[in-house]
């Protein structure tokens, strides 16, 4: 399969703890993002990166949210010091840059936080 | 602020009729606007792309048009079935963003 892929698809954590996500893109993908989706309204902004560059970050997001992608090929989301708002699943997608791309999404990682 | 509005939570719809989504965005106009369908529990599928330029795009039984003046672009499926039902994304980009920008759906139900 040669899809974004997302692990775990599910996480339940206590509040306080943290938590992180991987996501892998499709591989000749170099752009990558991370959105947040609630039930019932749309996948949220979170941060891209272009390559290994964290090119933009939502004002939305806490501090307690930081993403990597060291090689430019795969990424992570840390969520430090969880909270019960942060429940939500957790999407991830890539697209290769160039005029109206489009992005594949992976299927996400529900997270719930007791 | 930019808003993203779609016309309603949910649409019923009979088997074999044509569905109409709204997508209604506020102040400045997209580079480009996108189509997605999810079902639940999975992410987004892309579906269609039309760009500012342009005003109507057409695949198998999806047509997406883009009114640049009305600040709108709907969705069709003809000739519906019960395997459409799922929920429908718009999604924007504009000139001063590197991201999307999601509307939040709208439930799609084609009963037989």
């Known amino acids: 399969d040669t899809g974004v892929s997302q692990d775990p698809r599910h996480k339940i954590t206590k509040r306080g703890q943290n938590v992180t996500f991987r996501c892998d893109p499709i591989?000749?993908?170099?752009?990558l993002y991370w959105y947040r989706q609630t039930l019932g309204q749309g996948p949220e902004f979170l941060t891209y990166?272009?390559?290994?560059?964290?090119?933009?970050k939502s004002r939305l997001l806490s501090d307690r949210f930081s993403a990597e992608r060291p090689k430019g090929s795969f990424s992570t989301l840390e969520i430090q010091r969880t909270e019960q708002g942060d429940s939500a699943m957790y999407l991830c997608?890539?697209?290769?840059?160039?005029?109206?791309?489009?992005?594949?999404f992976g299927p996400g990682t529900r997270l719930l936080v007791l | 602020s930019q808003k993203i509005e779609q016309n309603s939570e949910a649409l019923n719809i009979q088997e074999g009729k044509t569905a109409t989504l709204t997508c209604n965005y506020t102040?400045?106009?997209?580079?480009?606007l996108q189509w997605y369908r999810q079902d639940p529990g999975r992410g987004p599928v892309f579906l269609l792309l039309?760009?500012?330029?342009?005003k109507e795009k057409r695949k198998e039984r999806l047509k997406v048009t883009f009114d640049t003046t009305l600040k709108q672009s709907l969705f069709h499926i003809t000739a519906s079935q019960p395997a459409d039902s799922a929920t429908y994304l718009c999604a924007l980009k504009f000139y001063n963003n590197n991201d999307m920008r999601f509307g939040a759906g709208t439930r799609l139900t084609v009963k037989p």
């Open positions: 997608a890539s697209s290769l840059a160039g005029r109206g791309e489009t992005q594949y």
């Open positions: 039309i760009r500012e330029n342009e």
């Open positions: 591989s000749e993908h170099n752009r």
């Open positions: 990166f272009q390559n290994e560059a964290q090119l933009e």
């Open positions: 102040n400045y106009s997209p580079a480009y």
